[in-house]
């Protein structure tokens, strides 16, 4: 799809509210991701009314793509419900008790780790147990402004200390698609509880303090109906049982995927065949554990929803792609 206006209006597919545009134009490229998101009719009357039944949801985000090398940025996030741990947990449970321990943290980066990378395929058996969606958006470097917004101490919902441009830019990224996301798949009234990686978005508790302001103001600003309680937190909350460190994981491994493929892949900025992005490349450079995930992203067996949606830039304007299968 295009770049352009368009509104795709909210419906009713066999009774089921389908993923809720945001329908306004004027927020410019995230109108268009989530148009895009909406008409590919990838997210599926089963993943909402399991989102939609809980009273909370719960989301963990991690991100990648932010050395100068990669072309892409990309920010994944986890959505369940609390109803949806209890089997995960004893999964990863099992899997902590065997040989990996409750020291090592499974993350993309760390898998070169001969425990981590023995210990992965149960890690997202694990994973797999969850309910929900597991969304990631690769966005081109080229268009990262049109998702971010400038440093300002006078902000509308009260003034902020100094931020680093480079951070308060990819608070506001954040901020911008995780609403999207949000507003595609939530129910008027619920609550949602949001844990984020430690990282440059709330580095200590002061800008935490910021973050959750700026982040609440967002999605309230991009939600077209009531949302209950707004919670934000980091890993560092996590009790010692690792339950939070673990479902952090899943898009830390994701993201970690995805920007290894494109770095591979790097399709022409022209093109905009969305399957370069997710064909393994068998003898290619493709590490095992990136095989292995991207495998694992492409699973058309479990309740985990996972879909990825890619924003292009090009000579033409921009592009936005969503892909994904059942899973």
């Given at each position: 799809m295009e770049d352009g206006g368009g509104l795709v209006a909210s419906r009713?597919?066999?009774?089921?509210?389908?993923?809720?545009?945001?329908?306004?134009?004027?927020?410019?490229?995230?109108?268009?991701?989530?148009?895009?998101?909406?008409?590919?009719?990838?997210?599926q009357e089963s993943c909402l009314n399991s989102l939609r039944s809980a009273s909370t949801l719960l989301m963990f985000s991690d991100y990648g793509g932010a050395h100068k090398g990669a072309r892409?940025?990309?920010?994944?996030?986890?959505?369940?419900?609390?109803?949806?741990?209890?089997?995960?947990?004893?999964?990863?449970?099992?899997?902590?008790?065997?040989?990996?321990?409750?020291?090592?943290?499974?993350?993309?980066?760390?898998?070169?780790?001969?425990?981590?990378a023995h210990a992965l395929s149960a890690y997202l058996n694990a994973a797999d147990c969850l309910e929900g969606l597991l969304m990631s958006f690769a966005i081109d470097k080229g268009v990262l402004d049109r998702l971010s917004e400038d440093y300002t101490p006078y902000a509308a919902f009260g003034e902020l200390s100094s931020w680093a441009g480079c951070s308060f830019h990819k608070l506001t990224r954040v901020a911008n698609l995780a609403a999207i996301l949000i507003e595609g798949i939530r129910q008027?009234?619920?609550?949602?509880?949001?844990?984020?990686?430690?990282?440059?978005?709330?580095?200590?508790?002061?800008?935490?303090?910021?973050a959750t302001r700026l982040l609440g103001h967002v999605l309230s600003h991009y939600c077209s109906g009531p949302m209950g309680h707004f919670r934000f937190g980091t890993t560092a909350s996590d009790d010692g049982s690792l339950l939070i460190e673990d479902l952090t994981s899943a898009p830390d491994i994701a993201a970690g995927c995805i920007g290894e493929v494109l770095s591979l892949l790097a399709p022409h900025p022209g093109s905009g065949l969305v399957e370069r992005l997710f064909v393994p490349s068998a003898g290619g450079g493709m590490s095992a554990k990136g095989s292995e995930i991207l495998a694992w992203l492409s699973n058309s067996s479990t309740s985990l929803l996972k879909l990825r949606a890619r924003s292009e830039s090009s000579q033409c304007g921009s592009g936005v792609s969503c892909c994904g299968c059942r899973v």
């Open positions: 009713r597919e066999g009774g089921v509210r389908a993923w809720r545009t945001l329908s306004r134009p004027e927020f410019g490229l995230a109108d268009v991701i989530s148009n895009q998101i909406s008409s590919s009719g990838l997210v892409y940025e990309v920010l994944s996030f986890l959505v369940s419900t609390v109803e949806s741990l209890g089997r995960f947990d004893v999964e990863r449970r099992g899997v902590r008790e065997g040989s990996l321990g409750f020291e090592r943290r499974m993350s993309y980066k760390a898998l070169n780790d001969r425990v981590r008027d009234g619920q609550n949602l509880v949001w844990i984020t990686d430690e990282d440059e978005i709330a580095p200590n508790e002061s800008k935490h303090v910021e």
